[in-house]
């Protein structure tokens, strides 16, 4: 079993437009932790920093600042050799992940041999096989022996997934795992997840934009806003009583069928994707007060993460009892709101 724990994580990009060279913060002091048979969800509209902290935990981008560490459930730290086995990343595309020249059984034996799991080819290919039959793929000899384009998107990222629990995966990073297959199978891929972090109780980072999915497969909500962790908490918690201005949006405008004026709202309150152009890193204020309903002189100071409830924190200055609590609710209404 393994513990994952990120702390105080930065990563600035530098940009070039013409000759001027600026630095962007992606990922603005981010701390959260993974333990083993818990799901954390990861959610925050397109550009929020969700994916840069994802590369950053499997070592694809190395962070500006701060630290992530992987321990063992007997406290010794996982070392830098076995970091990549340990920490096994499920990405978005899986026709991208996957090798198009070789065989589902190649993609499964490599990881497999390289880690020692595996010493003869029959062993190889009874250990593959096994995998396969773990997420579902069978008859297993038959789609061993298959290449990518001979799968269904939906049966491709589940070679992916078998590939992440090739070399003894503990803790698991899905980067918006079913974003890129049909809505008709996203659900039986999410399962399959959640029962293989039950089975080998794996630390698990959801990342999604999709809220309902984080609150029914997750324990422990993060809401990303612009880099920085705007709100986290019990997943129902966060969904169904959410404190900051930014959750509160995006809980309303979630896909609800109680939420009949959800788009309405939306529009009033100029939801629009953020781009990039401010940088989080240089702006000592809360991030979102030039889109926020509430904002008030104050919020030109940054936030600090304030309890709202058990477990609960908002990055907000409004607070429960201060009489400017009086945001849309999560169902879309606007009840409370100061004339
Ligand atoms: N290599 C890079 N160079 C410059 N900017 C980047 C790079 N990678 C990501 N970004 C920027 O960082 C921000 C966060 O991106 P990303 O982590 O992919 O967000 P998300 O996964 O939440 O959609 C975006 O504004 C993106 O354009
Ligand atoms: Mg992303």
Known sequence: MTTLE?????KDFSIRSGLRHSRFRAVDNVSFTLTPGRTVALVGESGSGKSTVARMIARLERPTAGRITATRSDGTRVADRDYRDHVQMVFQDPF???NPFHTVEHHLARPLKLHGRAKTREETRRLAEELLERVNLTPAADIARRRPHELSGGQRQRVAIARALAPGARVVIADEPVSMLDVSIRLGVL???????????????????????????????????????????PADEVIL?????????????APNPDARDRDRLREALGLEPAGNSTLPGDDPGCTFRDRCPSATDV???????????????AKCWLRPGE???ALPAADGTAAGRPA
């Open 6 to 10: 990120v702390r105080d994580l930065v």
């Open 96 to 98: 991208a992940s996957l």
């Open 191 to 233: 399962n399959l997840l959640a029962r293989l972090q039950r089975e080998d109780d794996l630390a698990v980072l959801y990342i999604t934009h999709d809220l309902a999915t984080a609150r029914h497969f997750s324990d422990d909500i993060l809401v990303m806003y612009r880099g920085r962790v705007v709100e986290r908490g």
């Open 241 to 253: 009583n959410p404190r900051h201005p930014y959750t509160k949006i995006l809980a309303a405008a």
């Open 299 to 313: 919020c030109a100071r940054m936030p600090e993460d304030f309890e709202v409830g058990y477990d609960h924190y």
């Open 323 to 325: 009489g400017r609590d």
